[in-house]
Nanobody, 113 residues
């Protein structure tokens, strides 16, 4: 059974940092593309970043230079290091196993204005 469990969200002041983690199980993690998405209140879910099996990363323009996605294939985890956070980054953040389209339950990130 594919399972994804996010953690690390919270309330942070503008300019601050958070590190999200996604623990994965039930599939050959090192072979799968993993993605991060977010959904702000009243808005559609949007793609944030992709981490390829070999570690290559891709980002949506709004987070380039501020967010860094990574993976630990030995421990079946992906991470999203978020720096210079802005109020517009406030959202529920989700990890996804791209190959099986399985989602985690999400972790809330709040950056007050």
């Amino acid at each position: 059974q594919v399972q994804l469990v996010e953690s690390g969200g919270g309330l942070v002041q503008p300019g601050g940092s958070l590190r999200l983690s996604c623990a994965c199980s039930g599939f050959p993690f090192s072979e799968h593309i993993m993605t991060w998405h977010r959904q702000a209140p009243g808005k559609a879910r949007e793609w944030v970043a992709t981490v390829a099996p070999g570690g290559a990363t891709f980002y949506t323009d709004s987070v380039k230079g501020r967010f860094t996605a990574s993976r630990d294939n030995a421990n079946n985890r992906i991470y999203l290091q978020m720096n210079s956070l802005k109020p517009e980054d406030t959202a529920m953040y989700y990890c996804q196993d791209f190959d099986t389209t399985t989602w985690g339950q999400g972790t809330q990130v709040t950056v007050p204005s």
